[in-house]
C-alpha cells in the first residue's frame, strides 16, 4: 500500500483552522530568529477524504481480536467490551486536565480509588500504585522498590532470582533496576527446582521474580516453600501478574506469600491492547512495602478523594498519575463481570486451554503432560522430519484465518525449539476453539503430505512472507526526503 | 403452613463468556475429568479462595452506563471549562477523522505486531510516524513510541550514560518536575550524580551549564520551550555541551512547536526526546500519551524499544517488519537495551492521521495561531495593570506574575469556566504570585479579550 507521503499534492489540505482573527504580526517579534526554522517541515499535504481512506485501508491489513481468534499464549488476548470504550471517552474524563485543582476531578479520583479497592479483594494486597504505564514498567516499579525497601534497612543486595521460564522482562527489568540476575532451573515437571532454588538464595539477593502461573501455563505447587525460602533469607518475592486471568477467584496472590505483585489490566482485566499498548501495570504492595510505592497515589478522607505522595516513595515512574481510560475500563470490567464472574473468567479460560491440550495433544507433543492453566504449551517437533518448522505452521494458521499462537516461546522448555503457545481466554465459543484446533489437526496431515505449502505460507494475507533479514541488514527507518 | 420462597442469589449469564453449562459438561468429559476441580488439583488446598471475594455483584450495560456517567458527573465540567493550563499537557482541538481512526478495532484490538503478515496497518503507521517525526525533529531515526515524554526523557538518559560510560548527568532547572524525577527514578540504581544548571531570566544559564560542566558529564538534558515557555538558544547550549564530549538531550513537551523551531540537526542533538500529546490526542486526566526518542544513526543499537523498517516479501512487494529486535527484552533478556515491552502505539494511529491532516501548511499555520494567541493574552492581561509581564522569548506558554493574590485570581478564571493557570511557587519558592499560562487555538480572540476583560473589572 503507498505510504500517506506517497498520495501527497502540494496545496491540498485535509485541516480546517478557527480564523486568525489578530492582527498581522511578523513571527520574528514573537519568537528570536535564532530558534525560527528557515524551511516548514516537510509533511504530507493530503485531503481529509485521503486520511479516512488510507487509514480504513490500513486497517484491513491488521487483524485483531475482533477479527478472530487471537490464541497468543502469555498476552490474553481476550475481547474488549465496547461499552468500556464509550465510557473511557465521555466529556467530563477525556477533557480533564491531569493539573487540574483535585476538587475538579473527584470522579476521576473516584475510579481510581474504587478500581484500587476491586484489585486490592482480588489479590489480596494492601496497597496499589495505578500509574505504571505497562506490565514490564510495573515490574521496574516492583524491583525499584526492593531495592530501595533493603537500602532503607541498611542492607546491599546485589541479585535477584529468575526462573529459567521467565518472560524475557523479569530479567531486563532486574538490570535496570542493577540487579545481577541470577537465573534458577525448572525441574522436570515444569516447575521451578526448589533445591536449586534453595542453593541460590542468600543474604546478598533481594528475591525472587515469580510468574504463577509460570509461562508453560503451570502453577507453581510448592509456591510456599518458594516463599518461605526466599523469606527465611531476609528476601521479597515479586508476583508478575501477566497470567492472573487463572487465578480470579480461585487463588489471591497475597495468600501465597508474595510481597509485591504487578497486574496487566490490559490483559487479565480486558483492557485493548492496541497494537502494543497502552496498557497499564498495577503495582500492588503488602503492608511492609507501601511507604515505597510509587507517586502518586490516590487516598480518600472523609469522602474527598486527593493525591498522597507516599513518604519513602522510590519516586515518579512517569509524568501525571496514569493512563486513566485504562483504568476505567478495567474497573467498567470488574463492574460488568462481577464477583461470581471473576471465577468463571477463569473456570472458563482453564477449561478452553486443557480442551485445546487435550484434543491436540496427539498431534502436537506437549512439552508438559499434565493439566494445564489457562494456557498449554505445545509443540511442532514431530513434523521437523518432514522438513517443517513450527514456524511454517504459525504462518499457515493465517491461511486459515487464524492469529497465530505465541511461537518459540518459552525457550528453557524440553524440545524448546518447537514450542507453541496457545491461550484461548474465556472469551472464545467452543465453536472457535473447535474450528482451531481442526484446522491444527489438518495442518499436520499438509505437514506430511504437502510441507512447500507450509514452508511457503501464508498464502492468502496481505503480504507474504517477509524477509526479516534484509530490514536488519540495511535498515530502512524512515521516508528519506526528496 | 408454606415454606417461604427462598430467594437465591441468581448469577446472571455474563455476556463476555460464551461457554455455555453444557458445553462445560461435554468438554470436561472429552478431557476426561469429571469436574473442574481435577483441572486445578495442582492448587494446594490451603491458599484457595475459600468464600466470595467482597465485591459487587455483577451490573448490566445499561446500570453500567449509568453508574459511570453519574461518577463522571462529580468531575467539572471540562468539556465547557477550557485549560488555560498547559505545563506538559495541551489541550488543542482534535479532528474527528483522527477519533474514528482510532475506534478501528482492527487496530485497537491487536497485538504487538510480531507476525507481520497480517499487521501492516501497525507496522506501517509505525513507519509513517517514525518519518514525521524524523521529520519534524530534524533527527535520523525515531523510536516512535514509549511510555511517554517523561520516561523517554529517562531512557534517553540511561542510554547516554551506555554510551559514554560516564555517571554525571546535568538536567535544566526548567525540564519538567515529573520529567525530571521520574530520571531520578529510572537512574537512581546506577550510581549517578545529578546536577541541576540553574536559570536566568526564564532561560538556562549557559554560562553556569559551561562553568559546571566536566568530563564526567554523560548527558545535559534541556527542555525546549522549557517548563516555563521559554525557547532555549539549544545552538550555544550544545556547543557548550561538546566541548567536554557530553551528548546532548533536547526534550520537548509541547511538540506542535516542532513545526516552527529549528531542528534537533541544525543545533546539533544527540537524542531528541518528547511528549506526542499536543498531535491528536486528549488530555485523558494525563495518559495515556505518547513518548517518542530520536537520534543519530551511529546511535542507533543503542535504542530502547520498538522500530518499523522496511523490507519485501517473497513476491517483492514492500512490506513493514520490527526490526533491530536484537536490542529487546525478549531477545537479550537481562542484556537488553531495555525492559519495555507494551508502549503506547494506538497512539501512534493519532499522531499519524493528526500530522497527515494537519501537513505541512497546516502545523506551521496552527503553531503560529498558538504563538499569536498567547501573545495576544500576556500583552492584554498587562494592559490590564493587574499582572507584572516579563521578557523572554516563548511560544504558547507564558509567565506572569499577578500583583493580586493568585488564590483569588484562579477562583475568579473558575467562576468563569475557566481552568487556571499552574500556581508556580508551589515548584519553584522564588516565583510568588507568578503563574504558568498556556494559550491554545482552542481560544477565540473573543475568548481571550473576555478573559481580559475579566482581570478589567478587578479581582
Known sequence: MKLIYERSVKGRKGYSLPPDEFEEINICDMIPEYAISKEKKNLPEVSEVDVVRHFTNLSRLNYGVDTGFYPLGSCTMKYNPKINEKLSTLDSFMYAHPCSDTKLVQGSLEVMYELEQYLKEITGMERFALSPSAGAHGELTGVLIMRKYFEDKGEKRHKMIIPDSAHGTNPASSAMAGFEVVEVRSNGRGTIDIEHLSSLMDEDTAGIMITNPNTVGLFEEEILSICKIIHDKGGLVYYDGANLNALLGIVRPADTGVDIVHLNLHKTFSTPHGGGGPGAGAVGVKKHLEEFLPAPLVSECNGVYCFEFPRKSIGRMRAFSGNFPVLLKAYAWILSVGREGLRNVSQASIINANYILARLKPYYRPSYDRFCMHECVLTGRDYKEYGVKTLDIAKRLMDYGFHPPTIYFPHFAPFAQETMMVEPTESESKDTIDEFIDTMIKITEEAKEFPDILRSAPHNTPVRRLDEARAARVPILKLEEK | ?459
Open chain 2, 1 to 459: 403452613m408454606q415454606t417461604p420462597i427462598r430467594i437465591i442469589e441468581k448469577s446472571r449469564p455474563m455476556r463476555y463468556i460464551p461457554l455455555t453449562e453444557e458445553e462445560k459438561g461435554k468438554i470436561l468429559k472429552e478431557i476426561g475429568v469429571s469436574s473442574f476441580e481435577e483441572l486445578i488439583c495442582a492448587i494446594p488446598e490451603e491458599i484457595r479462595v475459600k468464600n466470595d471475594l467482597n465485591l459487587p455483584q455483577a451490573v448490566c450495560e445499561e446500570e453500567l452506563l449509568e453508574k459511570v456517567y453519574n461518577i463522571a458527573k462529580k468531575n467539572a465540567n471540562f468539556f465547557e471549562m477550557k485549560p488555560l493550563v498547559g505545563a506538559g499537557a495541551y489541550r488543542h482541538y482534535v479532528p474527528e477523522v483522527v477519533k474514528s481512526v482510532m475506534a478501528r478495532s482492527e487496530f485497537y484490538t491487536a497485538y504487538t505486531p510480531y507476525q507481520p503478515e497480517v499487521s501492516q496497518g501497525t507496522l506501517q503507521t509505525m513507519f509513517e510516524v517514525q518519518t514525521h517525526l524524523s521529520r519534524l525533529t530534524g533527527m535520523d531515526v525515531v523510536v516512535p513510541s514509549l511510555y511517554d515524554g517523561a520516561s523517554a526523557t529517562a531512557e534517553a538518559v540511561l542510554m547516554a550514560m551506555r554510551l559514554t560510560h560516564k555517571n554525571k548527568i546535568m538536567l535544566g532547572a526548567l525540564l519538567h518536575p515529573h520529567y525530571k524525577e521520574t530520571i531520578k527514578t529510572y537512574t537512581a540504581p546506577h550510581d549517578v550524580e545529578i546536577m541541576e544548571i540553574p536559570f536566568e531570566n526564564y532561560l538556562t544559564d549557559i554560562n553556569e551549564l559551561e562553568r559546571n560542566l566536566d568530563d564526567n558529564v554523560a548527558c545535559v538534558i534541556i527542555q525546549n520551550p522549557n517548563f516555563l515557555g521559554g525557547i532555549e538558544r539549544m545552538k550555544a547550549i550544545s556547543d557548550v555541551v561538546h566541548k567536554k564530549q557530553a551528548l546532548m538531550i533536547e526534550t520537548v513537551t509541547e511538540s506542535l512547536s516542532l513545526a516552527i523551531l529549528t531542528s534537533g540537526r541544525e543545533n546539533g542533538i544527540d537524542m531528541f526526546t518528547g511528549e506526542a500529546q499536543s498531535f491528536g490526542m486528549e488530555l485523558n486526566f494525563g495518559g495515556p500519551y505518547n513518548g517518542f526518542l530520536a537520534t543519530k544513526n551511529e546511535f542507533i543499537r543503542q535504542l530502547p524499544g520498538r522500530i518499523a523498517g522496511e523490507t519485501v516479501d517473497i513476491e517483492g512487494k514492500r512490506a513493514f517488519v520490527m526490526t533491530l529486535r536484537a536490542r529487546e527484552q525478549d531477545i537479550k533478556r537481562e542484556k537488553a537495551t531495555s525492559n519495555i515491552c507494551t508502549n503506547h502505539a494506538l497512539n501512534l494511529f493519532a499522531i499519524d492521521a493528526y500530522l497527515s491532516l494537519m501537513g505541512k501548511e497546516g502545523l506551521y499555520e496552527l503553531a503560529l495561531l498558538n504563538a499569536k494567541s498567547a501573545h495576544y493574552l500576556r500583552e492584554g492581561l498587562i494592559s490590564t495593570g493587574r499582572f507584572n509581564g516579563f521578557a523572554y522569548p516563548f511560544f504558547n506558554e507564558f509567565v506572569i506574575k499577578a500583583k493580586d493574590p493568585v488564590e483569588k485570581v484562579s477562583e475568579k478564571l473558575l467562576q468563569n469556566s475557566l481552568i487556571p493557570p499552574l500556581r508556580l511557587s508551589e515548584l519553584f519558592p522564588s516565583m510568588e504570585n507568578a503563574l504558568l499560562f498556556a494559550v491554545t487555538e482552542i481560544f477565540s480572540r473573543e475568548d481571550l479579550d473576555r478573559i481580559i476583560d475579566i482581570f478589567k473589572e478587578g479581582v
